[in-house]
């Protein structure tokens, strides 16, 4: 998780309800994280009702380069050129 929160890698959080949240984890002890989210209330949530952490993308502006260049290589009509 260190490497998640060092990183601000965008993961999704599958709760033991069944519920997902995504965004980036800003702070973590040995009992919650805290999820820190775009446009969204930031969540602090216990461990013990985590049932996974998933990887999703990077954040910052590699990974919106990353996106630019993707985005400019897909054609209007949704081929990729």
Do not use: C
Not at 54 to 72: C, D, I, K, N
Request: without cysteine; aromatic residues 6%.
């Amino acid at each position: 998780m260190r490497s998640l929160s060092d990183r601000q890698v965008v993961v999704t959080v599958k709760l033991r309800d069944g519920e997902s949240v995504r965004g980036w984890i800003e702070y973590f002890d040995d009992a919650m994280l805290r999820l820190t989210r775009e446009g969204a209330p930031n969540l602090f949530i216990y461990k013990h009702q985590i049932r996974s952490i998933t990887e999703v993308a990077q954040r910052g502006p590699r990974a919106e380069t990353q996106a630019r260049h993707v985005a400019s290589k897909v054609a209007p009509n949704g081929s990729a050129s």
